[in-house]
């Protein structure tokens, strides 16, 4: 069975951590997936990964031990387990793991941009960029990103020039979502009414996803409106701190911070609709996901246009725009929810977001045939 090393950094719930467990689930058979972790403890997916058979390997990080060592590292494991394919998602820290390739041996060397933005990037780290995205471009055999401009930003703009250059889209179960027909129990797990309209965001708890923004903006809503309720999912550094935000501004009976929940479809179909004001994304598998339930979005410009389904549902704005004209744009999205589960499933394969087509184009890139 064909090995591929993953270096991802840590397998935590996350939108590039469940792309690719959504990929695995479907070609574990046939192909195996390890992944190297950086974390001392247990990430989310590690032990589901054993399960299916594939490798969780940890090695010290370049933050530890400094990016040479990290090399030298990275180098020993690749070459002593006999790596042909190496595939990098660690943004531009993915120069410094196609050097270890390339020295190793690995004939395929994937670097995979999955963000677009790297929020409050000083001149040094300006400088660190400049020299990966150098190294990136020299020892990588191929280029993939999730979208154009999460390309651009890694690669450079001319990257979508580059024959070896290729937009793989995240997959999403969407017709598991879509298939959903309970609309009822989360309301029941946390006491809102039937009548209560229910606001959805999920996202790690970094500065990146904007939820103190969120926080301000739901106040506003529920100011006007107490029959509205939110469900927030996710872990994260910050979330304590929201909320404390949240308790603070006195309304912890309207806002539910509901953590790591494997019953993401459920939870959005329970939801009206979804609000994520991101200061920066790669894709966004979570609006994905979304649309999927029927959801309409109002979301931040740093959103990128793969994201939208082209169905009404994704409605962008600038996130210099003040509070109020986020709530009221808010409150005009209220019974807006699609029903059309076909139009919805529709879109997907359009769209070529069809869990066939982009395994079909992830495998072209790794030059491995399945039957």
């Known amino acids: 069975m064909k ?36 974390y001392e403890n247990e990430a989310y997916y590690d032990n589901e990964i054993r399960k299916l058979g594939g490798t969780i390997i940890k090695l010290d990080s370049p933050n530890r031990v400094g990016q040479i060592q990290s090399i030298k590292n990275l180098y020993n494991l690749i070459k002593n387990e006999k790596y042909d394919i190496v595939h990098a998602h660690t943004l531009f820290n993915c120069g410094t793991a196609m050097i270890a390739a390339r020295l190793a041996g690995a004939k395929i060397r994937i670097s995979h941009a999955h963000t677009n933005l790297d929020f409050g990037a000083t001149r040094i780290k300006k400088t660190y960029f400049y020299i990966m ?33 290729k937009v793989l889209p995240n997959y999403i179960d969407y ?21 209560d309209i229910i606001v959805g965001h999920i996202g ?11 926080i301000n903006v739901l106040n506003e809503i529920i100011k006007k409106n107490n029959y509205f309720k939110a469900v927030l999912v996710g872990d994260g550094p910050l979330k304590l701190d929201i909320q404390k935000k949240i308790d603070d501004l006195g309304i912890s009976n309207n806002v539910k911070l509901l953590g790591l929940r494997k019953d993401i479809d459920v939870i959005l179909n329970n939801c009206d609709l979804f609000i994520f004001p991101s200061i920066y994304e790669g894709l966004g598998l979570v609006m994905l996901e979304a649309q999927a339930a029927g959801l309409p979005c109002l979301v931040s410009e740093a959103i990128q246009p793969e994201a939208d389904l082209g169905i009404g549902l994704l409605k962008q704005l600038n996130l210099n725009e003040d509070i109020d004209k986020w709530s009221d744009e808010v409150l005009r999205l209220i019974n807006k929810k699609s029903r059309n589960k076909e139009e919805i499933e ?26």
């Not at 982009?358 to 890139?365: H, R």
């Open 3 to 38: 090995k591929i090393l993953h270096i991802v950094g840590g397998m935590d719930i996350g939108g590039t951590e469940t792309m690719l467990m959504n990929l695995y689930k479907e070609v574990h058979s046939k192909v195996q997936f390890d992944f190297i972790s950086y």
């Open 133 to 165: 995205r150098c190294l990136i471009k020299v020892f990588s055999t191929d280029f993939l990103a999730c979208s154009n401009s999460a390309g651009k930003y890694l690669f450079g703009n001319n990257i979508i020039k580059n024959k070896k250059y």
């Open 175 to 195: 017709k598991k979502i879509i298939s959903c027909n309970d609309v009822s129990s989360i309301r029941e797990e946390l006491g809102f009414c039937k009548n």
């Open 204 to 214: 790690r708890f970094v500065e990146a996803k904007n939820h103190k923004f969120l």
């Open 346 to 371: 529709k879109a997907f394969v359009e769209n070529g977001l069809k869990l066939n087509q982009i395994i079909k184009k992830l495998l072209e890139v790794y030059k491995i045939k399945i039957n």
